[in-house]
């Protein structure tokens, strides 16, 4: 089974946008239609409460015509048009689909963070995690969040071995970004998220990326959009994974990252795994 994962930032600015970013966007998407993929999870969809449109699907459908597709969007009170996710299928799979609240803080609930697709012995399920935000103002809330989520997780678990995927907003280790130490305290390399990143792998699952590579340095997923020459220069952060539970790990034969060319921001991930 081969599964990709993918920060889109922003899928109507991909699919409809004629700007260059949009351009490089779409160069992404005909990557993914190439790697014909059984599942593919994106986040950030930034779509209103409605979700797609009908000029959405139809551009979805000439570029995945064999899909189903099932997406989640912020609600109100929630902010218009933020995070949110969106899972295409093979026409083949019939999962059972949630989307789950796990009683996060404030409005994280709602804002189209998770969605979960049940299969006959696994579940595949994705998450856009919250950012601690500029001057760490949702580090709090992020903290609470991090462990309604591995609870989450591990209470399907007890159900059947999971995949979990997505934009988890930490580099985990040192390793996993260029420059550690002047982020010691910037979002996504606090003390604090990094060990609610290690609290969740500790309940029962594995970081597949390095299950295979490994400590190979200098492989990342994100390089920030301010700067220009983050990409050329590969000052990036691996903020993206494909988790497993412990039990099947084994099973997992590719974990990697799929070049998105020049674009910034993120780049996709892929994980097969022979279940």
Known sequence: MKLISWNIDSLNAALTSDSSRALLSRAVIETLVKEDAD??????????????????????LSYFPNYHNIWRSSEEPARKGYAG?????????????????IGAPTTMDIEGRIITLEFDDFFVTQVYTPNAGDGLKR?????IWDEKYAD??????????VLATGDYNVAHKEIDLANPASNRR???FTDEERQGFTNLLD???????????GDIPNVYSWW???????????????????????????????????????????TPIVLEIDL
């Open 224 to 266: 920030a959009q301010r700067s220009k020459t983050s990409k050329i220069n590969n000052t990036g952060w691996r903020i993206d994974y494909w988790l497993t539970s412990n039990r099947i790990t084994d099973k997992v034969t590719k974990s990697e990252m799929i070049s998105s060319g020049a674009r910034q921001d993120h």
């Open 39 to 60: 599942v593919i999870a994106i986040q950030e969809t930034k779509l209103s409460a409605k979700g797609p449109t009908k000029k959405h699907l139809d551009i979805l």
């Open 186 to 188: 910037s979002p996504g």
């Open 203 to 213: 309940r029962g699952f594995t970081d597949t990326f390095r299950h295979i590579h």
């Open 139 to 143: 580090l709090g809330d992020r903290q």
């Open 152 to 161: 989450y997780l591990a209470e399907l678990d007890t159900q059947k071995p």
């Open 85 to 101: 996710t969106m899972f295409l299928y093979k026409n083949n799979l019939n999962p059972i689909i949630s989307f789950p609240q």
